[in-house]
């Protein structure tokens, strides 16, 4: 029942954020409202199942706070730097596409998710595929490096920087 509540709250909180500059009377307009309400009731009844152990690891006000940290410090200017290097790589024809494997050694869904989308935001690497056995992730990169092919699956620095430390702060 808690799972279920927390999942409510979580989803209702969502509708908010997305709904704030909808309607005329904003997020207060009580039709909105109860239409979150019933999203919100609707979603966490139909993931209920799918909310494995500990997940009251995402109510933590600390890992809130170390995701926004994330988002606007490192991730920001990982996104940032990514960008000037595919408008560089664009401009000069100086591309060298290929899969690479990364062993980023973490533990549970919700860091290996993180650490995947974060990889897949930032212009220049896609996670293409996920190892469920050992958790490493495939990783379409733009510019291959062949110097670096020996240490890329335990160090994983040159495509996805300190993402994974982070994923591991905030998910672990």
Do not use: Q
Request: aromatic share 10%.
């Amino acid at each position: 029942m808690a799972r279920f509540a927390a999942t409510s709250v979580l989803a209702f909180i969502l509708y908010l954020v997305l709904t704030t500059a909808t309607g005329s009377v904003g997020i207060w307009n009580p039709i909105e409202i109860a239409i979150g309400v019933a999203f919100a009731l609707l979603v966490a009844a139909l993931t209920r199942n799918l909310i494995g152990d500990g997940w009251e690891r995402i109510l933590s006000p600390r890992r809130w706070v170390l995701f926004v940290i994330y988002l606007l410090g490192p991730f920001l200017w990982a996104m940032t730097k990514a960008n000037v290097d595919v408008v560089y790589r664009v401009i000069t024809g100086r591309i060298k596409p290929g899969i690479v494997r990364i062993s980023p050694e973490l533990k549970n869904d919700a860091s290996i998710t993180l650490l995947a989308n974060s990889i897949t935001l930032t212009p220049g690497t896609l996670t293409v595929e996920v190892d469920e056995k050992t958790n490493d992730l495939f990783i379409h990169w733009i510019n291959v490096d062949e110097s670096l092919l020996e240490r890329i699956p335990r160090d994983c620095k040159p495509i996805c920087g300190g993402f994974p430390k982070w994923a591991r702060r905030i998910a672990e």
